[in-house]
């Protein structure tokens, strides 16, 4: 099945600087690749996805790069702010049917320090 | 809309009690699914629904956990009985297409 991993599992960056990402994922299957942000004790919320037939997608300050060659994803937060301080997960998904299965990452705790 | 919703949002029982948690989905979605949280193991996926009808429950951990969607507006997911290692945060999501999922605003379960 599929299995993903997330690095690092703690960032901290000043406000301002960027803010990097990586996932990496083994089913060469897998298609769809969304990031979830978590706040302390909220629900996890869609931020950012990307299909497997882009390699890049901007939104505003988050960006997302795939390369399915290496299998693997990358989130960008550029120009941080404190409130990006939150817990980032990656997942992975391949479609089964007209199924899909999200495998998501350990997370990453992000602090931005002001 | 009011998005997925979870009742209760927090729940304390002691160790062997029933332990019922529920979920309203988003209106329309057809996909629901329910997941657990906890710090050692992260995020799981426990089993999903299409249309009513339970796809996958490999990620259910014992037979202890069962789930059921008897309706397009309604799924619970219930521990019987429950045990300590069974505390955490349990959310459930729905997607109208199984891709962008929506998480409800979770229930906190702790198990004395």
């Known amino acids: 099945g599929e299995n993903v991993e997330q690095h690092p599992s703690t960032l901290s960056v000043q406000e301002g600087d960027s803010a990097v990402i990586k996932c990496t994922y083994s089913?060469?299957?897998?298609?769809?690749f969304p990031w979830y942000k978590q706040e302390l004790g909220k629900r996890p919320q869609l931020i950012i996805d990307?299909?497997?037939?882009?390699g890049e997608k901007k939104d505003q300050r988050i960006a997302v790069t795939l390369n399915k060659t290496a299998k693997h994803f990358s989130l960008h937060i550029t120009e941080t702010q404190p409130e990006d301080s939150a817990v980032y997960f990656c997942a992975a998904s391949a479609q089964v049917d007209s199924s899909y299965k999200l495998i998501f990452g350990s997370g990453t705790r992000l602090l931005v320090r002001p | 809309d009011a998005g997925v919703i979870q009742s209760p949002r927090h729940e304390v029982t002691e160790m062997g009690q029933e332990v019922t948690l529920r979920c309203k989905p988003i209106?329309?979605?057809?996909?629901l699914f329910w997941y657990r949280q906890t710090m050692m193991r992260g995020l799981e996926l426990l089993i999903y629904f299409n249309n009513n009808v339970p796809i996958d429950d490999s990620g259910m951990p014992e037979d202890r956990f069962s789930a059921k969607m008897p309706n397009a507006s309604f799924s619970t997911l219930k521990i019987q009985p429950s045990e300590p290692r069974d505390s955490a945060v349990y959310f459930c999501?729905?997607?109208?297409?199984?891709?962008?999922?929506?998480f409800g605003p979770g229930t906190r379960l702790t198990v004395t």
């Open positions: 990307i299909r497997s037939n882009v």
């Open positions: 209106s329309g979605h057809d996909y």
């Open positions: 999501a729905s997607s109208p297409h199984s891709v962008e999922q929506y």
């Open positions: 089913d060469s299957a897998s298609n769809y």
